[in-house]
């Protein structure tokens, strides 16, 4: 009986090894693979776990870290001391103009190099006619409107923008769960690509999907289309007194610029620009028409590429080197505030 329950207790642990021994070998060996950075799964699952940190702000879950870079799906992808992306803030004369681009990961500019961003381009162009400006990119991957607008308010107003760009796409009114609450999925890039395998296996896909999905997002009471009204209006209302221009700019998907299924969402979200005060700026009409493999930062990775910023960021010039100079702004602008102290807590998921 004892030596029964010995060879059982034996057959046990060895199990048990040679689980925990199988389960690092296939850890060693997707790290292995997965070095050449061209898993975008993996590549945004790095981006957590280099560049975020939790944040104590319900309203915001995460944030970057400040004054820190990391290469990311083979681009360096630097963040300053305020957590924008790019180099150091410099300071600007009284009557040039700072415009803040406000946004998700599209805005950041995942998967593309820093002087290739509709931030880097627009500036460039603007300087190009002789105007002091300055363009800075406030993109954070996977925030939304709630999410961003928050962070302005808790981080970014002591920047005193002349111009504030809210580069909205079609999620940026979702209901966004908190995340980054388990440990394993947070190390171990062998339970993210099983977890994403369990999704893609058994979610819902396809274009409908979206369709319908997005037609729930922006149901007039949906919980995330109510919040996404309230914050614009609070950036809004926080502008106007002290003539910051504001402009929405509404980004499409690019899946499918050919037969493009989303215009519905464009023309609310118009709508609600308007009745705000934003200056709406449709980018749909200069990428439509073209192939996804055309716009794609690489295969499987939907967020546009070099050549999709270029597009995004001649659109967007169009628009907004045609407003007028605004030597009548305060001068003395909101209280000025520095970027918080770095990061202290543990990184996001």
């Known amino acids: ?172 009114a979702e209901d966004l769960p908190a995340g980054g609450g388990n440990a394993v999925l947070r190390n171990s890039e062998l339970a993210v690509t099983l977890w994403i395998a369990y999704h893609r296996l058994f979610d819902r896909s396809g274009e409908q999907r979206l369709v319908d999905h997005y037609q729930a997002v922006y149901r007039p009471n949906a919980p995330g289309f109510e919040v996404m009204r309230a914050r614009l209006k609070e950036l809004a209302d926080y502008a106007k007194p002290r003539k910051i221009r504001l402009y929405l700019a509404m980004t499409p998907d690019v899946h499918n610029l050919v037969d493009y299924n989303f215009r519905f969402v464009h023309e609310i979200m118009r709508q609600v620009a308007e009745a705000k005060g934003y200056v709406y700026v449709d980018l749909l009409p200069a990428l439509q028409g073209r192939p996804s493999e055309q716009l794609f930062a690489m295969p499987g990775d939907p967020h546009p590429n070099a050549l999709g910023h270029k597009l995004m960021a001649e659109a967007i010039f169009r628009v907004i080197s045609r407003a007028p100079h605004r030597a009548d702004r305060n001068p003395a602008g909101p209280p000025q505030y520095s970027p918080r102290d770095g990061p202290t807590v543990a990184e996001a998921g």
Do not use: C
């Open 1 to 172: 009986m004892i030596r029964t329950a010995r060879r059982a207790l034996i057959s046990a642990a060895l199990l048990v090894f040679s689980v925990a021994v199988s389960l690092g070998a296939a850890e060693v060996v997707l790290r292995v693979k997965n070095s050449s950075m061209t898993n975008y799964d993996i590549e945004m699952w790095r981006y957590a776990k280099e560049l975020k940190i939790r944040s104590g702000d319900l309203h915001l879950d995460f944030d970057h870290v400040k004054s820190k870079s990391s290469v990311l799906q083979g681009v360096t992808l630097r963040l300053n001391e305020w957590g924008l992306r790019g180099g150091p803030v410099e300071s600007l004369p009284p009557d040039a103009r700072r415009i803040l681009f406000l946004g998700g990961s599209i805005t950041l500019g995942w998967g593309v190099a820093e002087e290739d961003t509709v931030q880097a381009r627009l500036e460039r162009m603007l300087r190009e006619t002789g105007e002091q400006a300055q363009v800075l990119n406030g993109g954070v991957g996977n925030y939304n409107a709630e999410r961003y607008v928050s962070r302005f308010f808790k981080e970014l107003a002591g920047l005193d923008p002349s111009d504030i760009v809210v580069q909205y796409f079609l999620r940026d």
